[in-house]
Each structure stands twice: as C-alpha cells, then as structure tokens.
C-alpha cells in the first residue's frame, strides 16, 4: 500500500505559475516511478509526466514540454511538478500516481497508486 496525498492546487491567471506536490507513504519511495496526470471535465484522464525512481529520467507530454518540470525529493518522499506559463488548456484535476516498474509509462492504467487529485484552474 502507498499513500498519495496532493497540494498546491489553485487559481492562476494565463502566463502564471504554479508548484503542485505529491507527499507519499512507505519506506521504499526511490523505487517508484511517479507520474503526473490530469482530467478536465468531460475529458479522459491524460499524462502529462513522469520521473524514474533516483530522478535521472524524465518523460513528458508533448503538450507540456518546455513548461513544466518533474523532480522528486526522495528524501523527503515527495515528487513536485513546476508548471509555468500555464494557460487555460491546463485547467483540469491534477493526479499524482506511483507504480514499482521502472518504466515511464504514459498509461493510467499502468500506475498502481493514485493521489486524490488537486484542481488547478487558469484564468484567461
């Protein structure tokens, strides 16, 4: 069992910023590939990032590249992903998921533990 638990969603205006946090459980975070995901209403869950378990690797949508960043902190078992110059196709719920294979899966499906999600809205 893993646990996920998000923060730092919110309300950012077009052009902004913001830094969303994943804080998970268990002693054996490092070797668990983390991903980002997100849903917008009335649309399918879709990647949009994902790091390998010592951070060396890094995998992401093509419609976020260049403005968003995946990291993790493993001593402090968290993953984060900086979102700059955010525009309104971002708005959507925002998950964080963990799976124990090393691969950079872009699937939901292939991801074991989710987050509860965290609603990030831009403004245009």
């Known amino acids: 069992q893993v646990q996920l638990v998000e923060s730092g969603g919110g309300l950012v205006q077009a052009g902004g910023s913001l830094r969303l946090s994943c804080a998970a459980s268990?002693?054996?975070?490092?070797?668990?590939?983390m991903g980002w995901f997100r849903q917008a209403p009335g649309k399918e869950r879709e990647f949009v990032a994902a790091?390998?378990?010592?951070?060396?690797?890094?995998n992401y949508a093509d419609s976020v590249k260049g403005r968003f960043t995946i990291y993790r902190d493993n001593a402090k078992n968290t993953v984060l992903l900086q979102m700059n110059t955010l525009n309104p196709e971002d708005t959507a719920v925002y998950y964080c998921?963990?799976?124990?294979?090393?691969?950079?899966?872009?699937?939901?499906?292939?991801?074991?533990?989710w987050g509860q999600g965290t609603q990030v809205t831009v403004s245009s």
């Open positions: 790091i390998s378990g010592a951070g060396g690797f890094t």
């Open positions: 268990g002693r054996t975070f490092s070797s668990y590939t």
């Open positions: 998921a963990a799976r124990p294979g090393a691969s950079l899966l872009t699937a939901d499906y292939g991801y074991d533990y």
